[in-house]
């Protein structure tokens, strides 16, 4: 009986080593397939292979318009095919490691008006929409198409292991050897199945990081040293220099656990530096984006809330122009005036006639302003302009970030408060984060 046993043994111990190849192996990524556009009257459907995608998600971008989308757990070959109507043409690439990005080029501005997943397939119908519209689109961000599609659609996957599941629900006391020969090696298949079971959840980790070189984000605390900037209502120590490097701080903390940018402070204490010296930490630094933190004052103690500046010659209105000219005079108050730097600052004015550096600036933002709105306080005019010499910087997309009035009781509050810093390094994270998913978009 011994023989017979042993003989049953060694009889199912081949399927068993195939099966466990087959769970041990390691899963190849979905991958897209070709897209393919159909026109229909004034709109168009595209059509694209997207078997095994998690969740989809879709957000637009102007200059010039496109519709973006993502797909989680895919891979993207590459490439681009040419569209019809008012799509132009089709693009995919890899956003990051778990992430394939379609990119859709418009003819005008459009909008996916449905979605529909069936057979592996992912259906795009895109309709045209009016500027206004398309701008509102736009600002809305991201907004989820697809759930998780996969849940629904891969039957193959318990086919392809047909043996193991009558083996794993047997109970440890299931097995009669005299009767059944191959059951009293259930103990050890059970063994080997339950392994990778187990593994599963270690290969599907959070969102990766991107690869390779990471943007730079130049995050410059203002004043610092002898130049204490704005003093608060709340008592003479409190001054604009402290509070807002203790600013910079919480938002490269949160840069920094991010893992999508790489973070620099232009000073991590209490040291003084000149304009020029500023942003040409970003300039060296070959910086994406520098963001300049202050906090803000008024002659009347209601004026609250956060304000965003942008460069521009001439000032949007009086109290930019006023704020300005007060932060400007800054280099003076440390003893360089700045009538005297000639050749690199007068280059620089030159430098201005740079339009993408303005524009890229006026984009994020307007992010800014759609992050922070959320749970931060900000003004009814968020979006200002002014010509700072801090964003000065012609090659670098730059803004002024005062964080609020430490003027105003309530606002010198939230600003010296660990969790009001925290929520404005939050509202920062998610816009930087926004700006360079849109700029990965555009290229």
């Not at 990005?101 to 397939?121: E, F, M, N, Q, T």
Request: aromatic content about 4%; hydrophobic content about 45%; overall charge positive.
């Amino acid at each position: 009986m011994s023989r017979w046993l042993r003989r049953g043994r060694q009889a199912l111990c081949v399927p068993l080593i195939a099966a466990c190849v087959t769970l041990s192996a390691p899963a190849t990524a979905a991958r897209l397939g070709d897209p393919v556009v159909t026109v229909s009257g004034d709109g168009a459907t595209v059509s694209i292979g997207a078997e095994g995608a998690g969740r989809i998600s879709a957000f637009a971008l102007s200059g010039p318009p496109r519709l973006a989308v993502d797909l989680d757990g895919m891979t993207a070959p590459g490439g681009s095919v040419l569209g019809g109507g008012i799509v132009l043409k089709v693009r995919n690439a890899q956003f990051d490691a778990d992430t394939a990005r379609l990119v859709i080029d418009l003819a005008s501005p459009s909008r996916i008006i449905s979605s529909g997943y069936s057979d592996g397939k992912l259906r795009l119908t895109v309709a045209p929409t009016s500027e206004a519209a398309f701008a509102k689109l736009v600002a809305s961000g991201r907004s989820t198409l697809i759930a998780a599609p996969t849940k629904t659609e891969k039957p193959a996957v318990a086919s392809a292991r047909p043996a193991i599941p009558p083996v794993v629900k047997l109970p440890p006391a299931a097995p009669v050897k005299v009767v059944v020969p191959p059951k009293p090696a259930t103990t050890a298949p059970v063994k080997v199945v339950t392994a990778p079971a187990t593994k599963a959840p270690a290969t599907q980790p959070p969102r990766p990081r991107l690869a390779g070189r990471l943007p730079v984000v130049v995050i410059d605390a203002g004043h610092g040293g002898k130049d204490v900037g704005t003093i608060s209502v709340l008592g003479e120590k409190k001054y604009e220099k402290d509070v807002v490097l203790a600013i910079a701080k919480a938002i490269k903390k949160e840069l920094d656990a991010s893992g999508r940018v790489k973070a620099i402070l232009t000073r991590d204490d209490d040291t003084y530096l000149r304009h020029r010296d500023r942003f040409g930490i970003a300039r060296h630094g070959n910086a994406s984006l520098f963001i300049s933190v202050h906090a803000d004052s008024a002659p009347v103690p209601n004026a609250s809330g956060a304000t965003v500046y942008t460069l521009s010659e001439n000032a949007s209105d009086a109290e930019a122009a006023r704020l300005a000219a007060k932060e400007n005079r800054s280099d003076i108050i440390a003893g360089v005036d700045l009538a005297v730097e000639t050749n690199e600052v007068t280059d620089i004015l030159i430098d201005l006639a740079q339009r993408e550096t303005m524009n890229t600036s006026a984009e994020f933002a307007a992010i800014l302003q759609r992050e922070m709105r959320e749970d931060i306080k900000v003004r009814s005019q968020f979006h200002r302009f002014a010509g700072f010499l801090v964003l000065k910087a012609p090659d670098v997309p730059s803004v002024l970030l005062e964080t609020g009035y430490l003027s105003n009781e309530e606002d010198s509050k939230f600003l010296f408060s660990a969790s009001g810093q925290q929520r404005i390094a939050k509202a920062v994270r998610r816009a930087v984060e926004a700006h360079f998913l849109r700029r990965l978009a555009q290229r």
